[in-house]
């Protein structure tokens, strides 16, 4: 009896994370992609990683790959956690499907917004634009449910948007920080999640 209650204590715990069964097996695998291709280090970094002129050169992969590679382990570890606060937020609100459109939708308007309205920005890594998307994602969802948090997660992310195109990046960001991609991933994950039926 007594060790049955710790193991549905555990289970509960990652019931309110989005992170039981199957869902905590998806978070895992995706967050041990991001830091094994960190562990690339510059050579895959460089392979991988959105870059103008190899894009030019017909190099499409990094349209996608892109947003896999990051700075350095840090920068990889920061962009898990900020994918496990999604999970915890959101998971449920949406279908994997769903939410592949979502994640597909953001990596398209970063995609278009830095080859179109960005040329100055030569390179890009970094999961941290999808990562809007998928907030500005789950946000819609609450509000179309009504839930009063829904409106408090689009203030504080239009906040932060407005922060960064006067201020710059946030003083934790570190590292070089393309905040445009912020933007366009919220305009593709916000514009994607318009079309999809979130779940009751």
């Given at each position: ?7 549905n ?13 199957a869902?905590?097996f998806?978070?895992?695998a ?29 190099e ?5 790959t ?14 898990c ?56 994602a789950?946000?819609l969802a ?10 408090v997660?689009?203030?504080f992310l239009?906040?932060?948007?407005t ?22 991933g ?6 994607a999640?318009a ?6």
């Amino acid at each position: 009896m007594g060790s049955v209650y710790p193991v549905n204590h555990v289970h509960r715990v990652l019931k309110s994370l989005n992170c039981d069964g199957a869902r905590g097996f998806i978070l895992l695998a995706a967050c041990a992609a991001l830091l094994l291709l960190a562990l690339t280090g510059e050579n895959g970094r460089t392979l991988l990683r959105y870059d103008r002129t190899a894009l030019a050169g017909g190099e499409a992969w990094r349209l996608l790959t892109g947003h896999l590679v990051h700075l350095d382990l840090r920068h990889a570890l920061l962009n898990c956690c900020g994918l496990a606060l999604m999970w915890a937020l959101f998971a449920r609100d949406y279908s994997a499907r769903q939410w592949l459109l979502v994640v597909l939708g953001a990596i398209a308007a970063i995609d278009a917004g830095l080859w179109l309205c960005a040329s100055t920005v030569q390179w890009y890594v970094g999961s941290s634009g999808a990562l809007h998307g998928v907030m500005a994602a789950g946000a819609l969802a609450h509000i179309r449910r009504r839930e009063s948090d829904g409106w408090v997660l689009a203030g504080f992310l239009a906040l932060k948007l407005t922060w960064e195109h006067w201020v710059g990046p946030l003083p934790l960001a570190g590292g070089t920080v393309v905040t445009q991609a912020h933007l366009y991933g919220v305009i593709g994950g916000a514009g994607a999640a318009a079309f999809l039926r979130p779940a009751p």
